[in-house]
Structures are given as C-alpha cells and as structure tokens.
C-alpha cells in the first residue's frame, strides 16, 4: 500500500478493516484492489472535510413540515441535515452521511444534529403548536452508543425541552442488527415521553414479528409508495396494508414524498394520520420554518365536494363529454369529467367517484385497462363502459372478468343509458351499506 501520509495510511486500513467486516465477520482477511484504494482516497478526504466541517459550522439543519391529513395543520416537523460546502457547494445527506455512519464519525454529527435541533426547540417554545413534535433521524450507530441516552437527557435539561417535543426516526435495518440493545434504548426514550418512528417503512426487512416485540409510535411509509399511488394498484394496496397494520398495532401513520394534490387527498382518505412532502413545503432554514410556524393560513388546500354523489365521465372526444355532460346537466349527479386516462385517475383519488363512465379506445391507456385498475383501487365505484363494436373482444374479456359492471354500444341511447346510471348509483349505495 502506498498512501502518501500515515493518516491516508489509516485510512484505507480502515477501509480494508470495513470491507473485512462486510466481507463476513472478524477474521477474513481483505486485501485492497486499486479502485478499492481510489474509493478510499475519495472517502478519506470525505472524512477530514467532514471533520473539519463540524469545526468551521458548515452543516445547517432544515426542517420540513409535517400536518395533520384532516385539517393541514402543522403537526411537527423533521429535522433535516444540509451540508454547504465552501468550494463544492451543497453536499447531499444521501452523499455523507453513508460515509459518515461507516466510520465513527456519525457519532460527532449526530451529536451536533442532537444539540442543533435542541438549540432550535428552545427558541420555538412559545411559537410551536399544542402537541408539536421535532422528529430526529438516528442511526444505527448512535443508537448502539452507550453515550446516546446521556446525552440526550443531558440537552433535554440544558436547553429545558419537553421529552414530548421530540421524536426519533430509525429504520429497520438499524433495529434489526441490534435488536435487545434498541429494545433497551427506545424503551427508555419512550418512558421519558419521546415518540420512536420506523424511517422508510416497508423498504426494509420484511419480518413484520419485530414490529410486536418494539416500543413504537409510529411507522413512515417510504416515499417510494407514495409516487406512484394514484396510479399504481399495487401501490395503492401496499399503503393501504401499512395503514392497517399500524391501526392493528396501534400505531400512527405518516407518509412522507407527497408530492401532489391527488396523493395528499388519497393518503388522507386511506386514513394516513400524518404527511410530509414537497406538496406542503420543501425542508426549509429555521427562519422560513419559524414564519410557517407563526402564519395560521400557511396552506390553504382546497377540500372536495362530497356528500353528493360524483359520476365521473372519462373519453379523449371532448364532442362526446360534452354531449354526456349535457345529458346529466339536470340530474342530482355532481358530474366530473376528463379526457385523459391518467388525469381520471387522479380525480378518482381526490373524490369518492360512485359512478364511473369510461370510453375503451384511448391514447393513453385503454378504458378496460383503467377499469381493472380502478377495480383493485376503488371497488365500491361502479363501472360503466361505452365503446365501438370493434373493441368488443377487449371489452368482453373485461366484463367476464368483472372489471366492467355493464356495457354500452355507441352510439348509445340517451334514456337508456340515464336510467343505467340510476341504476348504477343505487347499486353504488347498496355496496358501501355492505363494506
Ligand atoms: P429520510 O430520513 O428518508 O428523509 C426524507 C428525505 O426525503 C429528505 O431528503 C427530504 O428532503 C426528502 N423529501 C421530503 N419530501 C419529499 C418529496 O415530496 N419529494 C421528494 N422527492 N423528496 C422529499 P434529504 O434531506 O436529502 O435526506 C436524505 C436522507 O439523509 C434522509 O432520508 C436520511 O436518511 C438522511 N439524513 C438527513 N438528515 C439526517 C440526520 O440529521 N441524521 C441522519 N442520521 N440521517 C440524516
Ligand atoms: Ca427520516
Ligand atoms: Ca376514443
């Protein structure tokens, strides 16, 4: 090996110590491959800028809010690590602290992510709202540390916080490599009246047992759920079963990467009890999160109708919704309508939709390959296809398997189809008496 100084010298045999490690246990024997040593000339230098960073304050702590699904009210927020860099400028979390957490260093950022957040409690005291909690990301490291609890309990007192400000976000994997030590750990925090989280719930390790034996609060569904859950049935559905299996366990739901207006309204209706995402702000500097803090009409979001029932009309010929539009112009319907499969979609997350009338042949995803979707998603809306003779062999294999309630040749006849409708609607009614 043929490091320039003792230090880098150290540092690749840290290096070789770590791979060793994940190797497979104490006594393999690594041997370092030049790009091994050129990935760890990276890290070293990683490594002193971090520690030099720490000493010339380079690290800032962003908060991003988190609100109640029912009334968007500020429920808390997470504390969020931003490293500005002198010459790189912006340094990602995703970047530094993996490298952070493979040596000990994660100890000496975590400590001062611990007394930052600390510092920033104590100056919001009095702005924050009734039960306001400041989520705090730990890692597996920090929560084996024997310094951990003291320390925490240390800045509790100094800064006098109350333990039911705070809350810790771990994820699977850092629990389930140190099992008895977390049990011991979180226990603890929790009797002092702090909340413990499960980060990025459902990415993990997939033995849910662990999940009975832990002292917990709260599980966060990964941001990788929440992308594609207005259009994913299978997306939707996993969310769906995180909710459950929080309420079996009693345990609180957050859903963190809401990115639009349609997630938020689903994940709400899916009964998430918390959210957290771009949609309702970004992780913003202390100052910017204080001014949230302080404005009550922060993020007005506009709510569905509801109550009435809802027909949704979806065709890509705006000459045909207009003329189904206007056939529904005096029923007691609240009639919505698009021309684009994907946009349907999205309405359909908002609202509950009771009727749903759809054409087959469209350019971005066929009408029966919505409605199979949209039976997995939304079971109870009652589903209505009108299309040309020559997509009857697509549109029979849907009806047989179900995902068509009925089926109507165009063009159609408007009494019919009206009193279909009707129909449709009590049907609608009578499925949600059953469920
Ligand atoms: P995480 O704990 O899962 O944090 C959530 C990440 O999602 C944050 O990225 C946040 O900015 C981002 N995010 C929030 N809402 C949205 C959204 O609507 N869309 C998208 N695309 N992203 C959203 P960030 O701040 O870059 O942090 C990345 C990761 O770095 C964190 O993931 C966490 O694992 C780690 N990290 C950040 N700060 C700390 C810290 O203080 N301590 C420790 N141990 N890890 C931290
Ligand atoms: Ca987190
Ligand atoms: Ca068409």
């Not at 750990?185 to 993990?204: E, N, P, V």
């Not at 739901?253 to 809401?258: C, F, I, T």
């Not at 009408?367 to 998603?377: A, P």
């Not at 040749?409 to 609607?425: I, Q, R, T, Y």
Request: aromatic letters at 8%.
């Amino acid at each position: 090996m043929h490091g320039k100084t003792p230090e880098q010298l150290l540092a690749m045999l840290d290096e070789a110590h770590i791979q060793a490690k994940v190797a497979g246990g104490a006594h393999s024997l690594c041997f370092l491959n030049a790009v091994a040593a050129s990935q760890s000339m990276s890290r070293f230098n990683f490594r002193s800028e971090i520690e030099r960073a720490l000493q010339a304050q380079e690290f800032e702590l962003h908060f991003q809010p988190q609100v109640y699904s029912d009334s968007v009210r500020v429920s808390g927020c997470e504390a969020l690590i931003r490293w500005h860099h002198p010459v790189k400028g912006f340094i990602s979390p995703m970047e530094f602290i993996p490298i952070a957490e493979e040596t000990d260093l994660i100890q000496n950022v975590g400590n001062w992510v611990l007394k930052s957040a600390f510092t920033h409690l104590a100056l919001w005291k009095d702005a924050v709202p009734k039960n306001f909690r400041m989520a705090i990301n730990l890692s597996a490291k920090q929560l084996i540390s024997k310094d951990l609890l003291p320390y925490i309990e240390a800045l509790i007192k100094t800064h006098g916080i109350n333990p039911k400000m705070l809350e810790f976000e771990i994820t699977e994997s850092a629990i389930v490599g140190n099992l008895e030590e977390c049990i011991g750990l979180l226990s603890q925090l929790r009797s002092m009246g702090c909340a413990i989280s499960i980060d990025d719930f459902g990415t993990g390790y997939s033995n849910l047992g662990y999940l009975k034996q832990f002292p917990l609060d709260r599980l966060k569904i990964d941001r990788c759920f929440v992308k594609e859950i207005t259009h994913s049935a299978e997306d939707a559905l996993l969310s769906k079963l995180i909710v459950q299996i929080s309420q079996t366990l009693g345990l609180k739901v957050v859903a963190e990467g809401v990115e639009t207006e349609a997630q938020y309204h689903l994940l709400r209706r899916l009964n998430c009890d918390y959210l957290q995402g771009y949609y309702f702000s970004k992780p913003v500097p202390a100052d910017e999160f204080l001014a949230i803090l302080k404005s009550p009409s922060w993020r007005e979001v506009e709510t569905p109708v509801i109550g009435q029932d809802t027909l949704l009309i979806v065709d890509d010929e705006k000459a045909v919704i207009s003329s189904l539009i206007r056939l529904f112009r005096r029923s007691k319907y609240h009639v919505i309508s698009t021309t684009s499969a994907k946009e349907a979609l999205e309405l359909l997350a908002v609202q509950p939709v009771g009727v749903l009338l759809c054409d087959q042949r469209m350019p971005e995803m066929s009408g029966t390959d919505l409605l199979r979707r949209v039976k997995k998603m939304y079971p109870d809306t009652v589903r209505i296809m009108l299309s040309g003779y020559a997509e009857i062999d697509a549109v029979t294999k849907a009806v047989n398997e179900g995902a068509i309630y009925k089926f109507f040749l165009k063009p159609w006849n408007d009494e019919e189809l009206v009193a279909e409708v009707n129909s449709a609607f009590l049907y609608y009614h009578a499925k949600l008496a059953d469920t």
